[in-house]
């Protein structure tokens, strides 16, 4: 018997990445495991999506965030949710590189996302982070 993750661990899920292969790509593995999930193309539109799924009542608990992305990067999309949503309605924030430089390990621990995955993902990586964001996000 095939264990499906979303059944044991539903996330409501967010990508946000530029590169069409990308979020392809990212979006397969998703589904394996089971998950459906919107995309965005930049940072502007990942803070809109935000927004628009609280006005709808249907939040978002994961966002794959890619850094480099036009009109708005990841970085900043990431503070600007956490800056403008209460801290009970922001989802966590999982930034997605192929440049997991050091550097980019100490800004994404500043501003408070939940981890780095670097690329190429795989889906192994990308199933111990859901379930990791699926433990962290309860609220017992
Ligand atoms: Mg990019």
Redesign the pocket.
């Known amino acids: 018997m095939t264990d499906i993750l979303s059944q044991r661990c539903p996330l409501h899920i967010l990508i946000a ?3 069409q292969l ?1 979020w392809r790509i990212l979006q397969r593995i998703l589904k394996k495991l089971g998950y459906e999930s919107e995309v965005v193309e930049n940072g502007l539109e990942a803070v809109r999506a935000v927004e628009a799924a609280l006005a709808d009542a249907q939040p978002y608990d994961l966002i794959l965030m ?4 036009p009109i708005m990067d ?1 970085i900043t999309a990431t503070q600007e949710i956490f800056s403008r949503f209460p801290i009970d309605q922001q989802p966590q924030v999982v930034i997605v590189t192929a440049n997991a430089t050091p550097e980019y390990v100490e800004i994404c621990q500043q501003i408070g996302t939940h981890g780095l995955i670097q690329k190429p993902i795989n889906k192994q990586g990308i199933a111990d982070t859901l379930e990791s964001c699926y433990l962290g996000s309860r609220k017992t």
């Open positions: 990445e530029d590169n990308n890619d850094i480099q992305m990841g």
